[in-house]
């Protein structure tokens, strides 16, 4: 079955230090990843996505995402984390049984960056 | 941009209460996916439209229905509201997808709570 796991409900970070967030994804041929943003009481923005190609994938707000296919995983990362990256992340891959776009989200982490 | 509109971004209703919460995207978007969260179970698909009147469901479509009678409109319906339905609902559209990994856009949800 096909899946998306996020290891970890919380990631603390200071300010100014780098964050990664992790997720790990179960599909059967390549997928397609992305993840999505969400602020307190907003819906999911879109941050990024890898479909193909360079291994390293950069979006929205100076975040990246680094895809590895032999450990399947694709952790977002940030290279100096700010007090305004605070939110809930969520992970989530394209259903590769499917034609319509679907996708599979992982349980999300929330990101405390502290002052 | 895309705008994805939900009709509230509260509502409390009471036990047994027919609820209607509507979607409108404004892209020509064929999809559209209705999703509720929750805290640690991530976003779980209840239902999504494909095209005007087409519908499947999805992970979670125990207790509700959907109608899309205008490509740019997807209503979730819940026939008789029950507390466990208390919930954030998110909606989402995305052009069709066949081989293409496009990603979904959401709205700002729909905080429900039953009582």
């Known amino acids: 079955a096909q899946s998306v796991a996020q290891p970890e409900d919380q990631v603390n970070v200071a300010e100014g230090n780098p964050l990664t967030v992790k997720c790990t994804y179960s599909?059967?041929?390549?997928?397609?990843l992305f993840w999505y943003v969400q602020y307190p009481n907003r819906g999911l923005q879109f941050l990024l996505k890898y479909i193909t190609g360079d291994n390293l994938v950069k979006g929205s707000y100076g975040f990246e995402a680094e895809f590895n296919k032999s450990q399947t995983s694709f952790h977002l990362k940030k290279p100096s984390a700010l007090v305004s990256d605070s939110a809930l992340y969520f992970c989530a891959v394209r259903d590769m049984g499917s034609n319509t776009g679907k996708l599979i989200f992982g349980q999300g982490t929330t990101l405390q960056v502290k002052p | 941009d895309v705008k994805v509109t939900q009709s509230s971004r509260y509502l409390v209703k009471r036990t047994g209460e027919k609820v209607f919460l509507e979607c409108v995207q404004d892209?020509?978007?064929?999809?559209m996916f209705w999703y509720r969260q929750d805290p640690g179970l991530g976003l779980r698909l209840i239902y999504f439209s494909y095209d005007v009147k087409m519908k499947e469901k999805g992970d979670i479509p125990e207790g509700y229905s959907v109608s899309r009678e205008k490509k740019e409109r997807f209503s979730l319906i819940l026939e008789s509201a029950s507390t466990n339905q208390t919930s954030m609902y998110l909606c989402a559209s995305s052009p069709i997808a066949g081989a293409l990994p496009y990603e979904q856009y959401f709205g700002p949800g729909t905080r429900l709570t039953v009582t």
């Open positions: 599909v059967s041929g390549n997928p397609y």
């Open positions: 892209m020509d978007h064929e999809n």
